[in-house]
T-cell receptor, first 112, second 112 residues
Framework: DVKVTQSSRYLVKRTGEKVFLECVQD?????MFWYRQDPGLGLRLIYF???????EKGDIPEGYSVSREKKERFSLILESASTNQTSMYLC???????????FGSGTRLTVV | EDKVVQSPLSLVVHEGDTVTLNCSYE??????LLWYKQEKKAPTFLFML????IEKKSGRLSSILDKKELFSILNITATQTGDSAIYLC????????????FGKGTKLTVNP
Protein backbone atom coordinates (compact mmCIF):
# COMPACT_ATOMS: atom_id res chain seq x y z
CA ASP A 1 0.00 0.00 0.00
CA VAL A 2 1.08 3.56 -0.71
CA LYS A 3 2.04 5.41 2.45
CA VAL A 4 1.98 9.16 3.02
CA THR A 5 3.52 10.34 6.28
CA GLN A 6 3.06 13.72 7.86
CA SER A 7 5.63 14.33 10.52
CA SER A 8 3.38 15.81 13.22
CA ARG A 9 -0.21 15.09 14.20
CA TYR A 10 -0.55 18.14 16.43
CA LEU A 11 1.45 21.36 16.52
CA VAL A 12 1.11 24.52 18.57
CA LYS A 13 3.07 27.53 17.37
CA ARG A 14 3.24 31.17 18.27
CA THR A 15 2.24 34.04 16.01
CA GLY A 16 5.17 35.12 13.86
CA GLU A 17 7.02 31.81 14.01
CA LYS A 18 8.23 30.09 10.87
CA VAL A 19 6.54 26.70 10.63
CA PHE A 20 7.51 23.69 8.54
CA LEU A 21 5.05 20.90 7.80
CA GLU A 22 6.62 17.84 6.24
CA CYS A 23 5.08 15.23 4.00
CA VAL A 24 6.90 12.11 2.83
CA GLN A 25 5.68 9.43 0.42
CA ASP A 26 7.13 5.98 0.01
CA UNK A 27 6.31 5.64 -3.69
CA UNK A 28 7.69 7.31 -6.77
CA UNK A 29 4.74 9.59 -7.44
CA UNK A 30 5.22 12.90 -9.15
CA UNK A 31 2.16 14.77 -7.92
CA MET A 32 1.90 15.93 -4.33
CA PHE A 33 -0.63 18.34 -2.81
CA TRP A 34 -1.17 20.42 0.30
CA TYR A 35 -4.71 21.21 1.43
CA ARG A 36 -6.12 22.88 4.48
CA GLN A 37 -9.45 21.86 5.92
CA ASP A 38 -11.69 24.16 7.93
CA PRO A 39 -15.22 23.62 9.23
CA GLY A 40 -17.77 24.92 6.77
CA LEU A 41 -15.15 25.51 4.08
CA GLY A 42 -14.09 21.99 3.19
CA LEU A 43 -10.69 21.19 1.70
CA ARG A 44 -8.94 24.00 -0.11
CA LEU A 45 -5.80 23.57 -2.20
CA ILE A 46 -2.81 25.59 -1.05
CA TYR A 47 -0.02 24.40 -3.34
CA PHE A 48 0.86 21.40 -5.41
CA UNK A 49 3.94 20.02 -7.06
CA UNK A 50 4.22 17.81 -10.11
CA UNK A 51 7.95 17.16 -9.92
CA UNK A 52 11.11 17.98 -8.02
CA UNK A 53 11.60 21.74 -7.73
CA UNK A 54 8.30 22.32 -9.53
CA UNK A 55 5.40 23.96 -7.75
CA GLU A 56 2.11 25.58 -8.58
CA LYS A 57 -0.18 27.75 -6.54
CA GLY A 58 -3.53 26.41 -5.58
CA ASP A 59 -6.57 28.41 -4.58
CA ILE A 60 -5.24 29.91 -1.31
CA PRO A 61 -1.43 30.23 -1.48
CA GLU A 62 -1.16 33.53 0.41
CA GLY A 63 0.98 33.23 3.52
CA TYR A 64 2.44 29.89 2.45
CA SER A 65 5.36 28.61 0.43
CA VAL A 66 6.51 25.10 -0.45
CA SER A 67 9.68 23.19 -1.11
CA ARG A 68 10.27 20.00 -3.10
CA GLU A 69 13.97 19.23 -3.22
CA LYS A 70 13.49 15.46 -3.39
CA LYS A 71 10.72 13.55 -5.08
CA GLU A 72 9.52 11.86 -1.91
CA ARG A 73 9.30 14.98 0.26
CA PHE A 74 7.00 17.98 -0.06
CA SER A 75 7.21 20.66 2.62
CA LEU A 76 4.70 23.38 3.41
CA ILE A 77 6.16 26.51 4.99
CA LEU A 78 4.33 29.18 6.92
CA GLU A 79 6.75 32.07 6.71
CA SER A 80 5.23 33.97 9.64
CA ALA A 81 2.42 32.04 11.27
CA SER A 82 -0.82 33.88 12.01
CA THR A 83 -3.88 32.84 13.99
CA ASN A 84 -5.96 32.56 10.82
CA GLN A 85 -3.67 29.73 9.73
CA THR A 86 -4.95 27.56 12.58
CA SER A 87 -6.32 24.60 10.67
CA MET A 88 -6.02 20.95 9.74
CA TYR A 89 -3.39 20.49 7.03
CA LEU A 90 -3.60 17.47 4.76
CA CYS A 91 -0.95 16.25 2.37
CA UNK A 92 -2.00 14.02 -0.53
CA UNK A 93 -0.50 12.22 -3.46
CA UNK A 94 -2.14 10.71 -6.47
CA UNK A 95 -2.08 7.02 -5.89
CA UNK A 96 -2.98 4.03 -7.93
CA UNK A 97 -5.11 4.51 -11.00
CA UNK A 98 -8.83 4.67 -10.19
CA UNK A 99 -8.23 5.35 -6.51
CA UNK A 100 -7.82 9.11 -6.47
CA UNK A 101 -5.69 10.54 -3.70
CA UNK A 102 -3.91 8.89 -0.84
CA PHE A 103 -3.90 11.25 2.13
CA GLY A 104 -1.54 11.63 5.03
CA SER A 105 -3.05 11.49 8.50
CA GLY A 106 -3.09 15.28 8.78
CA THR A 107 -1.47 17.89 11.00
CA ARG A 108 -3.68 19.92 13.27
CA LEU A 109 -1.90 23.25 13.65
CA THR A 110 -2.87 25.78 16.29
CA VAL A 111 -1.32 29.24 16.13
CA VAL A 112 -1.59 31.18 19.37
CA GLU B 1 -14.01 28.41 -11.85
CA ASP B 2 -14.53 24.74 -11.00
CA LYS B 3 -17.12 24.21 -8.29
CA VAL B 4 -18.52 21.34 -6.24
CA VAL B 5 -21.63 21.71 -4.09
CA GLN B 6 -22.73 19.09 -1.60
CA SER B 7 -26.07 18.83 0.13
CA PRO B 8 -27.16 18.61 2.78
CA LEU B 9 -24.27 20.01 4.79
CA SER B 10 -25.32 17.98 7.79
CA LEU B 11 -27.74 15.17 8.45
CA VAL B 12 -28.83 13.30 11.57
CA VAL B 13 -30.52 9.91 11.21
CA HIS B 14 -31.28 6.81 13.26
CA GLU B 15 -29.62 3.46 12.82
CA GLY B 16 -31.30 1.49 10.07
CA ASP B 17 -32.31 4.53 8.03
CA THR B 18 -31.30 4.95 4.40
CA VAL B 19 -29.59 8.20 3.42
CA THR B 20 -28.83 9.89 0.13
CA LEU B 21 -26.05 12.44 -0.13
CA ASN B 22 -25.90 14.78 -3.09
CA CYS B 23 -23.06 16.29 -5.06
CA SER B 24 -23.40 18.66 -8.00
CA TYR B 25 -20.52 20.09 -9.94
CA GLU B 26 -19.40 22.53 -12.56
CA UNK B 27 -16.02 21.75 -14.01
CA UNK B 28 -14.26 22.33 -17.27
CA UNK B 29 -13.26 19.09 -18.96
CA UNK B 30 -14.59 16.67 -16.39
CA UNK B 31 -12.48 13.61 -15.83
CA UNK B 32 -13.79 11.88 -12.71
CA LEU B 33 -15.78 12.31 -9.51
CA LEU B 34 -14.66 10.81 -6.24
CA TRP B 35 -16.28 10.15 -2.87
CA TYR B 36 -14.33 9.98 0.37
CA LYS B 37 -15.26 9.20 3.96
CA GLN B 38 -13.53 11.14 6.72
CA GLU B 39 -13.75 10.15 10.34
CA LYS B 40 -11.24 11.52 12.83
CA LYS B 41 -8.33 11.95 10.49
CA ALA B 42 -7.48 11.51 6.82
CA PRO B 43 -10.17 10.97 4.20
CA THR B 44 -10.39 7.44 2.90
CA PHE B 45 -11.38 6.55 -0.64
CA LEU B 46 -14.85 5.20 -1.36
CA PHE B 47 -15.59 5.46 -5.07
CA MET B 48 -14.33 6.91 -8.31
CA LEU B 49 -16.93 7.51 -11.02
CA UNK B 50 -16.18 8.36 -14.60
CA UNK B 51 -19.15 7.08 -16.60
CA UNK B 52 -22.81 8.03 -16.38
CA UNK B 53 -25.37 5.55 -15.19
CA ILE B 54 -23.02 2.88 -13.91
CA GLU B 55 -23.60 2.20 -10.24
CA LYS B 56 -20.63 1.47 -8.06
CA LYS B 57 -21.34 -0.58 -4.97
CA SER B 58 -19.48 -1.56 -1.86
CA GLY B 59 -21.50 -3.30 0.81
CA ARG B 60 -24.23 -0.93 1.98
CA LEU B 61 -22.78 2.01 0.04
CA SER B 62 -23.48 2.78 -3.58
CA SER B 63 -22.96 5.71 -5.88
CA ILE B 64 -23.95 6.79 -9.35
CA LEU B 65 -23.00 9.63 -11.66
CA ASP B 66 -25.13 11.64 -14.09
CA LYS B 67 -22.84 13.51 -16.47
CA LYS B 68 -25.71 15.13 -18.30
CA GLU B 69 -27.20 16.73 -15.18
CA LEU B 70 -23.77 17.12 -13.53
CA PHE B 71 -24.42 15.39 -10.25
CA SER B 72 -23.74 12.30 -8.24
CA ILE B 73 -25.44 10.65 -5.29
CA LEU B 74 -24.05 8.49 -2.53
CA ASN B 75 -26.53 6.10 -0.93
CA ILE B 76 -26.06 4.36 2.37
CA THR B 77 -28.63 1.74 3.31
CA ALA B 78 -29.29 0.31 6.79
CA THR B 79 -27.06 2.94 8.37
CA GLN B 80 -24.94 2.09 11.41
CA THR B 81 -23.30 4.33 14.00
CA GLY B 82 -19.97 3.56 12.33
CA ASP B 83 -21.19 5.40 9.24
CA SER B 84 -21.02 8.66 11.18
CA ALA B 85 -18.44 10.76 9.35
CA ILE B 86 -17.95 13.60 6.94
CA TYR B 87 -18.51 12.51 3.35
CA LEU B 88 -16.52 14.44 0.78
CA CYS B 89 -17.19 14.73 -2.91
CA UNK B 90 -14.43 15.85 -5.27
CA UNK B 91 -14.04 16.29 -9.00
CA UNK B 92 -10.99 16.07 -11.17
CA UNK B 93 -10.65 18.02 -14.39
CA UNK B 94 -8.64 16.87 -17.35
CA UNK B 95 -5.40 18.72 -17.79
CA UNK B 96 -2.68 16.59 -16.31
CA UNK B 97 -2.20 18.03 -12.85
CA UNK B 98 -4.62 15.58 -11.19
CA UNK B 99 -5.71 18.16 -8.64
CA UNK B 100 -9.10 17.69 -7.05
CA UNK B 101 -11.72 20.30 -6.25
CA PHE B 102 -13.66 19.37 -3.11
CA GLY B 103 -17.11 20.19 -1.89
CA LYS B 104 -17.62 21.31 1.69
CA GLY B 105 -18.68 17.87 2.78
CA THR B 106 -21.79 16.38 4.36
CA LYS B 107 -21.55 15.61 8.05
CA LEU B 108 -23.59 12.49 8.74
CA THR B 109 -24.50 11.54 12.30
CA VAL B 110 -26.13 8.16 12.88
CA ASN B 111 -27.73 7.81 16.31
CA PRO B 112 -28.39 4.43 17.91
Amino acid sequence: DVKVTQSSRYLVKRTGEKVFLECVQDMDHENMFWYRQDPGLGLRLIYFSYDVKMKEKGDIPEGYSVSREKKERFSLILESASTNQTSMYLCAITGQANYGYTFGSGTRLTVV
Amino acid sequence: EDKVVQSPLSLVVHEGDTVTLNCSYEVTNFRSLLWYKQEKKAPTFLFMLTSSGIEKKSGRLSSILDKKELFSILNITATQTGDSAIYLCAVEAQGGSEKLVFGKGTKLTVNP
